[in-house]
């Protein structure tokens, strides 16, 4: 079970672009809060401690512990809206979670022991990752951070897909209730060109 994270709000009274605008001035982050039972919540976040949260891949996978006013809204990130080109985060909207329903949230992949396998010790060997998270269903209490892969026996010509990920016990990947076709490669470990080969290729679509 991965580790709730407390971020404390409040509650926000003035709506419209004008009182964002203002509030965004006055180093503050408009966002709602929305789901549940209860009605949805306007809230706005110190931009600051908004902007280091968010530099860690536990803002976007795991459960945030809302301080509301003393109230605890258990919460994941459901949209994160950002300047086009400043560092500045412009809303945020997160939703309530219930212990008793199941969440489906998408989950980083975090690779292992990629450089020490034969495929990675190989120069001639190009390792991709088709896939950098993978979306599963589960209760809150079963939320991981992240699902490890790892790739110590991985060698060229492997294909991992996602059935041969090794699921947190009570978490499940959904997709693959679909069939086949929906099992997704993973990572792909193929033998790379050589600079000749790329070249021929080359010359032979210019002619």
């Not at 560092?87 to 992949?109: G, K, T, Y």
């Not at 495929?119 to 088709?130: L, M, W």
Request: charged share 30%; hydrophobic share 40%.
């Amino acid at each position: 079970m991965a580790k709730s994270h407390e971020i404390k709000v409040v509650r926000r009274d003035v709506q419209g672009q004008g009182a964002s605008r203002r509030l965004r001035h006055a180093g503050q982050v408009p966002g709602i809060v929305y789901g549940g039972d209860r009605e949805p919540a306007k809230v706005q976040f110190n931009h600051n401690e908004i902007w280091l949260a968010q530099q860690n891949d536990w803002f976007y996978s795991s459960i945030i512990d809302l301080n509301l006013d003393g109230t605890i809204h258990k919460v994941l990130l459901r949209d994160l809206q950002r300047h086009p080109f400043k560092q500045l985060i412009m809303h945020l909207d997160f939703q309530r979670v219930s212990d008793n329903e199941v969440l489906h949230a998408a989950v980083p992949l975090t690779f292992l022991n990629e450089d020490t396998s034969p495929a990675g010790k190989s120069a001639d060997i190009v390792i991709t990752h088709e896939l950098k998270e993978v979306n599963i269903a589960c209760l809150p209490k079963d939320l991981p951070e992240s699902i490890e892969l790892d790739l110590a026996d991985l060698k060229s010509g492997d294909i991992i897909y996602l059935s041969d990920l090794k699921l947190p016990a009570g978490v499940e990947i959904p997709a693959l209730k679909l069939g086949k076709d929906h099992d997704d490669a993973v990572v792909i470990a193929k033998v790379g060109q050589s600079e000749d080969e790329a070249e021929g290729e080359g010359e032979a679509s210019a002619e």
